[in-house]
C-alpha cells in the first residue's frame, strides 16, 4: 500500500464512472473502477486529470471519501463555479465515462486502525471528506479508538453524507456548527468554530489525542491556532487545506 507516495513518481490509470451518490445540491460522491488499484489509507488523495478532443488537459485533487474497497474509489465533489474539472464531474459527467487518476498520495494527514489514540476530526464545508474516509475505516475495522467529530457548515442542505452520519456510531461524537442558517427547530444563533467550541470537544491534552483538520485555508488556521492556545502540541495537529491563506 502507497503510505507516502508522491505524485511525480505515481502513473496516471483510466478509472471509469461505476455510480453517483448526490450529497447537495451542489456535490455528489463518484465512486470509480480502477484495475490495479493499490490501495490506500483514510486521509489520502488523488490527483484527476480530464483531457480534451483537442488534447487540453485539466488537473484538479481530491480525498478520497472512503477506505480501500478492492479495486474501488470514491470521491466527493463540489461543484466551484467555472471549476474546469469540477464543473464536468458534478454535471455531465456520466457512470461509464472514463477519466485518469493518479495516486494513492499523502503520507501525513492519515488515520491507521491501528491506532488507538482518541481522534478530534474538526471539518469545514468540503473538509469533511478525506474525515469520512476516516470515520468510516474506523466503523469496518472495527476500531475501539474513540472519535469526535467537529462539522462546520453554513446550512443543513450543505451536510455531506447526512443519512450516514445520522446513524449511531458507538464511539464517535458529533457537533454541528452552523454559520449562517439553523436547522429548523434548533435554538440560538449561526455561529462559527471558536474558542468556547473546542474547548468543550477537544480532548484533554494529557489524553494524547490526535487531530485532524481540514477545510478552507483561513478556517484550518483559525482551528489550529485555538487548539494551541488551548495548549495542544503542534505534533499533534494535522492539516489539510485548500483555497488562499487568511492573510
Known amino acids: 500500500m502507497a503510505g507516502t507516495a508522491v505524485s511525480g513518481r505515481l502513473a496516471w ?7 453517483i451518490r448526490q450529497e ?8 470509480f473502477d480502477i484495475p490495479g488499484w493499490p490501495g490506500h489509507l483514510a486521509g489520502q488523495h488523488v490527483d484527476v486529470r480530464l483531457t480534451a478532443a483537442d488534447g487540453y488537459t485539466a488537473q484538479r485533487s481530491y480525498s478520497l471519501a472512503a477506505p480501500v474497497n478492492g479495486d474501488r474509489i470514491e470521491l466527493t465533489v463540489q461543484r466551484v463555479a467555472d471549476g474546469e474539472v469540477s464543473e464536468h464531474l458534478t ?5 461509464g465515462d472514463p477519466v485518469e487518476i493518479r495516486g494513492p498520495i499523502g503520507g501525513w494527514f492519515v488515520w491507521r ?10 471539518a469545514g464545508g468540503a473538509g469533511i471528506v478525506p474525515l469520512m474516509s476516516m470515520i468510516r475505516a474506523r466503523r469496518e475495522a472495527g476500531s475501539k479508538a474513540l472519535f469526535r467529530l467537529v462539522y462546520s457548515l453554513r446550512t443543513p442542505a450543505e451536510l455531506y453524507y447526512a443519512e450516514e452520519l445520522r446513524r449511531p456510531y458507538a464511539g464517535l461524537d ?4 452552523y454559520t449562517r442558517e439553523l436547522p429548523e427547530g434548533r435554538s440560538g444563533i449561526p455561529r462559527r468554530i471558536d474558542v468556547a467550541t473546542l474547548n468543550i470537544v477537544a480532548w484533554p491534552v494529557d489524553f494524547g ?11 484550518v488556521e483559525t482551528a489550529a491556532d485555538i487548539l494551541l ?7 499533534s ?11
Not at 486502525?113 to 474538526?122: F, N, Q, R, T, Y
Open 13 to 19: 490509470r483510466v478509472a471509469r464512472l461505476a455510480e
Open 24 to 31: 447537495t445540491p451542489t456535490a455528489r460522491t463518484l465512486v
Open 91 to 95: 454535471g455531465p459527467y456520466a457512470v
Open 113 to 122: 486502525p491501528a491506532e488507538s489514540a482518541p481522534v478530534l476530526l474538526v
Open 174 to 177: 458529533i457537533t454541528y456548527v
Open 209 to 219: 489525542a490526535t487531530t485532524y483538520i481540514c477545510g478552507p485555508t483561513g478556517f
Open 229 to 235: 492556545a488551548l495548549g495542544h502540541s503542534p505534533q
Open 237 to 247: 495537529i494535522r492539516t489539510e487545506r485548500f483555497g488562499p491563506s487568511r492573510d
